[in-house]
């Protein structure tokens, strides 16, 4: 994308979007939660996928049918999943059917759900780096999108955010301090696109707001790369072991009241992220579509 069209996805954007993490459900329920995700006011909605089940995509399409302006995101299309032709091509379609509404985040995902599927974990640096190749040599063969679309790369570590620099039009790091988003930004610089997601947890009391986080197993699944950025930002072994420190918690989850979830948004904002979504923890869709709405007022 050229410096202009980033600047226009920016103010597509607004500040503040969201995600909805959550496992397999009706079509039915994605495009009412689409609809009130998107009359509460966000920006944007992102979804995501492994290798098989809910394919991003398809999901993206449902739920850009089902709604009028709000951008739709991959947070993050596994690149795993598809060829890096069908990548480029799904992603032409949509952002031609629903110009300057489509976003397109791709990941690497973890080595051990990647072999799960019956596949080899390369190094995900060379493979990203391969896989952009094929999606940049497959363009001519796709639709050209009326409004471009932003390729985003799921980028954590320092290599993968210089890929994102270079290689495409910003990064889409998740579950990350605020201090990391700004590195991330020094590092990408000024005319890339950088979107942070964080995981919201509506929940006041430390003890059962800091017991949700660390079920998610963020830190304590195998080759865990969130556990390697967070090393690199100077956090010890002791305090990443065992699901996270409280400190740790505290400063990958934003939890709280509205306002201090708000505020936590407001930090990464002012680190240099253009965009935050966040990924309310909810055991279902109506529920994280619940705590959205009561998010969006206190939001920036």
Not at 219 to 239: C, M
Request: glycine content about 10%; aromatic content about 4%.
């Amino acid at each position: 994308m050229t410096i202009a069209a980033v600047a226009d996805m920016r103010g597509r954007l607004g500040r503040v979007g969201a995600a909805l993490m959550t496992p397999i459900a009706p079509a039915g329920e994605w495009r009412r939660t689409a609809r009130r995700v998107e009359r509460a006011g966000y920006g944007s909605l992102w979804t995501n996928e492994a290798v098989g089940g809910r394919e991003v995509f398809t999901q993206l399409s449902v739920m850009l049918a089902a709604t009028e302006r709000i951008v739709l995101g991959s947070a993050v299309a596994n690149l795993w999943a598809r060829h890096p032709a069908t990548m480029q091509g799904a992603a032409s379609v949509l952002a031609d059917a629903h110009p300057g509404r489509l976003a397109l985040g791709v990941g690497v995902s973890m080595a051990g759900l990647v072999e799960q599927s019956g596949q080899k974990w390369t190094s995900p640096l060379n493979r990203m780096r391969e896989y952009l190749d094929g999606m940049d040599a497959s363009v001519e063969a796709a639709p050209v999108p009326e409004v471009p679309f932003p390729r985003l790369l799921a980028a954590l570590g320092p290599k993968m955010q210089g890929l994102a620099r270079d290689h495409a039009d910003g990064a889409l790091p998740a579950a990350m301090p605020v201090e990391h988003t700004r590195a991330a930004r020094k590092r990408l610089g000024p005319d890339k696109l950088l979107i942070v997601m964080q995981t919201a947890i509506l929940e006041t009391d430390p003890e059962r707001a800091r017991a949700s986080a660390r079920r998610t197993q963020l830190f304590s699944l195998p080759g865990s790369p969130y556990v390697r950025s967070l090393r690199e930002l100077g956090y010890p072994d002791e305090a990443l072991a065992g699901g996270g420190s409280d400190e740790v918690v505290d400063a990958c989850f934003s939890w709280g009241d509205e306002a201090a979830i708000g505020e936590r948004v407001q930090d990464h904002l002012d680190a240099g992220a253009d965009h935050v979504a966040i990924a309310a923890l909810a055991p279902d869709l109506a529920s994280a579509a619940d705590v959205l709405e009561r998010l969006a007022p206190a939001l920036p």
